[in-house]
């Protein structure tokens, strides 16, 4: 059976701080949030469209270098955009790629990026990639462990 929220973070363990993404998830999976499953993987793929579906709320989470704050929390929508044809796509276009295929809108999707510095092969992750982790699972507790819709668009139009 399909549980309601998708975590899904993406990235890789052996590139620095490319690893926040998985890392946040370890965070996850030592909860005990009902209703929430995880996935993860290196990159997003067209494949992960049909992981959307069923879902009442979905958070991809990233690692990145544009981030503002330490993180960032945003609601996302459907757009193709250039990754639409790699086999490294972006969220938005996973959504898109969910609405072509199953000719309905896509549930309700946020990104948590997390701000990520260094992502040399071989690295570890950095001492501020590392506060930033912490900041970022603060964040989600809450709206994991009482998942709902208005409270996740309230904090991304904060």
């Known amino acids: ?3 309601p929220v998708l975590v899904f973070g993406y990235g890789n363990l052996s590139r620095g701080d490319d690893a926040l993404g998985p890392l946040l998830l370890d965070y ?10 995880i996935l993860s993987d290196f990159q997003l793929q067209i494949e992960h469209a049909l ?17 503002r704050h330490a993180f960032d929390f945003a ?7 250039k990754s639409y044809t790699t086999h490294a796509m972006s969220p938005t276009a996973v959504l898109a790629v969910y609405q072509e295929i199953k000719k309905q809108a896509p549930p309700p999707c946020f990104l948590l990026s997390i ?10 992750l950095t001492v501020q990639a590392e506060q930033h982790l912490a900041l970022a699972s603060q964040f989600v ?7 709902d819709l208005t409270r996740w668009l309230q904090q991304a139009n904060r």
């Open 1 to 3: 059976m399909v549980k």
């Open 28 to 37: 996850i999976e030592r909860q005990d949030w009902h209703g929430v499953e």
């Open 51 to 67: 992981d959307l579906e069923n879902r009442a709320l979905v958070l991809f989470v990233d690692a990145s270098v544009s981030c």
């Open 75 to 81: 609601e996302l929508k459907p757009a193709r955009d």
């Open 115 to 124: 701000k990520g510095e260094r992502f040399e092969l071989g690295e570890g």
């Open 141 to 147: 507790g809450p709206l994991l462990s009482q998942p």
